[in-house]
């Protein structure tokens, strides 16, 4: 058994090599083609170079200017859609909508500020601090090239250390599909004032895949039918309005290990003049927090897991200047578990002392408000059947004023792909 290193060109570029969401490349495609090898999933990689330009000229943007980026994401912020589909069947075998939102919640908690300084900015150039981001990543001086970028693809599939298999009798190979974010997603003014800012975008460069692949010492090795387990993420998107605010979502998984959800206000979404992946609380009309009073986590309309009502500290403490840590206690264990507790979260960056009126720009990363519950707290995988029934939550909120919010819900589930002669079938 040996390893080779694949190096993988988009199938759908042209000659230029330069993609931009402006110029009408809104979607990569990679194709690991159909061979007798196996994928190591997790040593994906997407490499390429990044600019960044303060109007259609390709003028590149200076300190002065106020362009800046999601420290918490840094070039994930370009991604807007994962999918990843059998090349064989055509079958989708995992997709993440939300993309940006789902890491601006998962990054904080699988990684601390010492990850973001280090391996993080070397992979896709993140820094815990919005004015070094900005100053690093878009204004990078470099003129032969952009900022350059080599990083994983966190998601179900390719973050479960499976080795997949690319033969004909199998997947037939891999095809990896990048849904580019807009402009006005990806890039914000820091001070809201989007003068001399409005026809900013990002443009992406000599793009490649890497992966590895395992060489089996004769093809026979490769077993005709078998299965992939791995834990895969779903997601959805509500709208809230209300003190009490009431949604249900119908999950359709019967291993349903964890679910989170972040917020911010509807108008941040595709909008230069605010951050676009702010992960904030619920906001009012005039910037101020609709601090979360009480929650309920229901299936099927009965508490479930818990059988009482998750009043905060804001219940009795209005002005309390932190979340409550049960909040973040319970959002950390939805989005990961076990005994890392690695994490950027902290009461710096999850805090009472932010408003929405402007981009809200807090130390250590930025705001980290998340709200989750979970439903495997052991470890045994089998999470909670919610196949058949609803998943709802109820949050008694301080939303007092005309302010609809976005809630963007991430389910984490366990799931199995069945591959044989016959075909593909995901099991949830």
């Known amino acids: 058994m040996s390893i080779i290193y694949q190096e993988v060109q988009?199938?759908?570029i042209n000659s230029t090599q330069k993609v931009s969401y402006k110029n009408g490349n809104p979607i990569v495609n990679f194709l690991i083609g159909s061979q007798p090898h196996l994928l190591d999933t997790s040593s994906v990689r997407i490499s390429g170079d990044i600019n960044f330009f303060k109007d259609a000229a390709k003028t590149k943007p200076t300190t002065a200017d106020q362009l800046g980026i999601d420290e918490k994401l840094a070039v994930y912020s370009?991604?807007?859609k994962l999918t990843i589909t059998s090349q064989r069947s055509r079958q989708v075998?995992?997709?993440?909508?939300?993309?940006?939102?789902?890491?601006?919640?998962?990054?904080?908690?699988?990684?601390?500020?010492?990850?973001?300084?280090?391996?993080?900015n070397g992979l896709s150039g993140t820094l815990p601090n919005y004015e070094a981001q900005k100053r690093e990543l878009v204004d990078f001086p470099g003129q032969t090239h952009g900022n350059r970028f080599c990083m994983n693809l966190p998601s179900g599939?390719?973050?479960?250390?499976?080795?997949?298999?690319?033969?004909a009798n199998s997947l037939g190979g891999i095809a990896i599909t990048l849904n580019l974010a807009p402009d006005a997603q990806v890039l914000y003014a820091l001070n809201g004032t989007t003068t001399g800012l409005t026809e900013a975008f990002y443009e992406l460069e000599n793009l490649r895949l890497h992966c590895e692949l395992v060489v089996p010492d004769s093809p026979d090795a490769i077993p005709p039918q078998g299965q992939i387990t791995y834990n895969a993420i779903t997601s959805y998107f509500n709208v809230i309005?209300?003190?009490?605010?009431v949604v249900n979502f119908n999950l359709g998984t019967s291993r349903t290990l964890?679910?989170?959800?972040?917020f911010c206000p509807t108008k941040y979404l595709n909008n230069l003049g605010f951050n676009s992946f702010a992960t904030t609380c619920p906001m009012n009309a005039d910037g101020s927090q609709?601090?979360?009073?009480?929650?309920i986590f229901?299936?099927?309309?009965?508490?479930?897991?818990?059988?009482?009502?998750?009043?905060?500290?804001?219940?009795?403490?209005?002005?309390?200047s932190v979340v409550d840590p049960q909040i973040v206690s319970f959002a950390r264990d939805s989005i990961q578990s076990g005994l890392n507790l690695r994490s950027q979260v902290s009461p710096v960056n999850t805090n009472r002392s932010y408003t929405g009126a402007t981009p809200p720009l807090t130390a250590d990363g930025g705001p980290m408000e998340c709200l989750g519950v979970p439903f495997d707290t052991t470890g045994t995988g089998n999470g909670e059947d919610f196949s058949t029934t609803p998943f709802g939550v109820q949050m008694e909120l301080d939303l007092t004023s005309d302010s609809p919010n976005a809630l963007f819900l991430f389910v984490k589930s366990r799931q199995t792909l069945l591959f044989g002669p016959t075909g593909l079938q995901i099991v949830q």
């Open 241 to 245: 309005n209300s003190t009490n605010a």
């Open 10 to 12: 988009p199938s759908n």
């Open 298 to 320: 229901t299936k099927a309309g009965m508490r479930m897991p818990l059988s009482f009502n998750l009043d905060t500290n804001l219940k009795d403490s209005p002005d309390s």
């Open 78 to 80: 370009i991604i807007e």
């Open 290 to 295: 609709a601090g979360i009073n009480s929650v």
């Open 157 to 167: 599939l390719l973050s479960g250390g499976n080795f997949v298999p690319l033969d």
């Open 258 to 262: 964890g679910v989170f959800m972040n």
């Open 93 to 120: 075998i995992e997709t993440i909508n939300h993309y940006g939102r789902f890491l601006s919640s998962y990054l904080p908690y699988v990684a601390s500020k010492a990850d973001k300084f280090t391996h993080l």
